[in-house]
Structures are given as C-alpha cells and as structure tokens.
C-alpha cells in the first residue's frame, strides 16, 4: 500500500527543509521526496497521513552505546551502590562490583529495556557493545539495525584462549536480527597488547567492524605512558591483574593504538576526550571516525573533548549515549541538546544533526538504508511535534533544544508504525 507521511516540515538532512513537506512509503520504502502537494498530484491514490504542527526528520543513530547495562540503575540500587561518584576508576570499581551478582537473564532483560527505550526516543541504529555474548539472542526481533561490537579485554593468555573460541563461533553467525558482529577491544588500559595486536589484525583481515575506547581520562593516558596512576594502583589489584601492570610506552593514547596497529578506518574510536593536536593529526591521516558521548563524559568529570580542532581536521564526528551507568537517557536527541549548550557554540545545530543521523550511519554502515530521507532508503522516521511559532530557518536550532524527546508523536521502521 502507498501511503503519503506530510508535515508542517520535512527534514532530509541532505536537502534544506520542505515546508509543507512529505515522502511517499511503498513497501517500506521511501518512493519519492517532495511537498504534499506535490505527491497527491503525482501518487492520487496514495493514502495520506497528515501531521499539522509537527516535523519528519530521520531516525537517529546511536553510534556507542552499552545496552545490557541499561538496567544498571536499579540493579546499584539493589546492590547498595547509591553513592554518585565523578572519580572515573572509583565508577569502574562500582560497575565491576555491581555486575558481579548478576546472571543471563539480568542481562538479557536489560538489553531487551534498552532497545524498547531505544526505539521510542527514535532511535533507529545503533553501535551496541556486547561484554554479555550469550545473550545476543535478546536483538533478534528488533528492528534495530547497526553493529553489535563483541567487547573483549584481558591479560591472562589461559582466559584469552577461551574467549577467542567463543568469539570465533560468535562471529561464525555473522549477524543477529538486523546488526551485524564486530568486534571491540574494550580500551589499550584493560588488554594486553599482544591480544590487542591480535583483534585489530584480524579485524583489518577479515573486514569486520571494529570500536576502541580511546583517551576518555587523564588516569588512561597516565597509564599508557607512565604505566601507573590509579589504573594501576586500583584497578588492576581490584581485578587481581597487579602482576601484569605493563610498562610504560611514553606514548600517547593515539600513537600507542597506532603501534599496535589500531588506526584503520574500520575501527570506530569512542570519546577522544584527551587528544591533543598531534594525535588529531594522525587520526586526520589514518582517516578515523569518532563517536562522540558528551554527557558521559561530563557525568564522570573526564573533560571535554576538542571538537574544534576535531571538526577543522576533518574527522567524521557522531553522537553516541554511551550506557546508563553514566547517563540519564539512551536519547541521541538528549545528547544533542547536552553537546550544543556543553561544547558552547563550538558545533551548530545542522552539524550536530548530521552527526546525530548521516554520519552515524556511515560509520556504522547503514546509510545506504538510513541516516536521511530520501528515495530508495528505508521508510524509516520520526515525527515530531513543533510549536507553530517555529519558523523554517529556526528549524535546526529548535530540534537540538532540550525536550525534543518527550515531543515525539509517532515513530516509523520501514513503513511500520512503532508504539511510542
């Protein structure tokens, strides 16, 4: 069935606004772009759904986020772990010491809580990071499209050994539901580098998607140069690794993940909050993408990543969550709202939506389906409810206000509607 979607605007991404907009959905598909007027008198016996003070933008990609800890909130809560806690390597002892009483089924309920939450904040793609490998089975119906990173980290070879074989058969499957495997490395402080050295090259070898933490604290830049700090000195005595502490590199975080042959575009780096200058260079030159996660990184008192110098490099920005251990919401739309006021101007408003749906579905490999309207893409949208004092050039900066989330009045995966 042919049916029309019109608002009072319709917002491509790739195109200006149309005022008075619409797209025609054939079979899930989007046929035709253009104002309403425009397809009723080509598609006269198409449907029409009218929206009046509202606009159709594109779903939104979360590019970094953690979805089975989604229902960490509660289960702190649980475990006693109410204190809030700005110190980074103080939070990561709280996940470790939370996530140590929980099985499957908690897990797998979580990822299934942050898809739900997912979809009705619009949320069409996603790079998720899976630690919990057997629960994988909890996107399979979803509508969810993206990556699913297969997290991996550790120094003892005997556990190392084990890991792979699973990831191997992981791996085997190829995809689950609508998101494909990759891999993640969770970050060069929690892994050695011989296996290190082992994921990237396989990743480069095989083509698989890859995703790195990369210089998200002082404390992992201590580490990585110095070999001590509180990485050192708490958490790997917590973890019972204090014998395998490694030695300094006298490298930054960018050139050290260059020497262990991490800098490739399949890889995705996350956060970034502590480039300097140089490590911007090298990333410009290895042609690297990087998602970024604001509010995380202001909830854990880690800094503020240098998007100035990121956006005059040239290096492909998008907007992750990250997880609920260190978030409010899993809303691309609320992050967009957090980075314009945070980064102070630093990223307008149409940048910032581009990084919030094409560039996110670039690095993500999903763009040939989302991340703009346009014809032959996936029929897949949100409409969003806008006051009628909102004037067309006013658009932008009204959609990365705060509070868009809560305005959304309908939601649209290939041409099903979704119950927001």
Known sequence: MATIYSAKYLLPIDAPPIAGGALLDLDGEIAAVGSLKQLRHEFPAADVVEYAEAVI??????????????DFPVWAGKA????????????????????????KKDYHQSIENG?????????GAVGDILSQYACRKAYKKSTLQGIVYLESLGHDPGIISKVRQELRSVLAEEQVGNLRFG?????????????LQDIFSKCRRQGLPCSTHLAESPAEVEFIQQGRGDLAEKLYPFVGWEYLVPDG??????AYLQSQGGLFPGNLLVHGVQLVDKEIDLLKSKKMALALCPRSNAKLSVGKAPVQQLMRAGI??????DSL??????????????????????IDAPSLLRMATRHGAEVLGVDKRLGSLEKGKDSSFQVIH???SVAENELYDYLVAPGVTENILQVVHQGQTMLV
């Open 57 to 70: 933008t594109p779903l939104l990609i979360n590019a970094h986020t953690h979805l089975e800890l989604t």
């Open 80 to 103: 006693g772990e109410t204190e809030k806690l700005n110190d980074f390597v103080d939070w990561i002892l709280k996940l470790i010491r939370v996530k140590r009483s929980l099985g």
């Open 115 to 123: 898809i739900r939450l997912s979809l009705a904040a619009g949320t």
């Open 183 to 195: 891999l993640s490395p969770h970050s060069p402080y929690t892994i050695s580098s011989e296996y």
């Open 249 to 254: 590199s006298s490298l930054r975080p960018a």
């Open 316 to 321: 492909k920005l998008c907007l992750g969550t």
């Open 325 to 346: 251990a260190s978030n409010d919401s899993l809303s691309i739309w609320d992050e967009a709202a957090f980075a314009h006021s945070w980064f102070a101007g630093a």
């Open 386 to 388: 806008i006051d009628s």
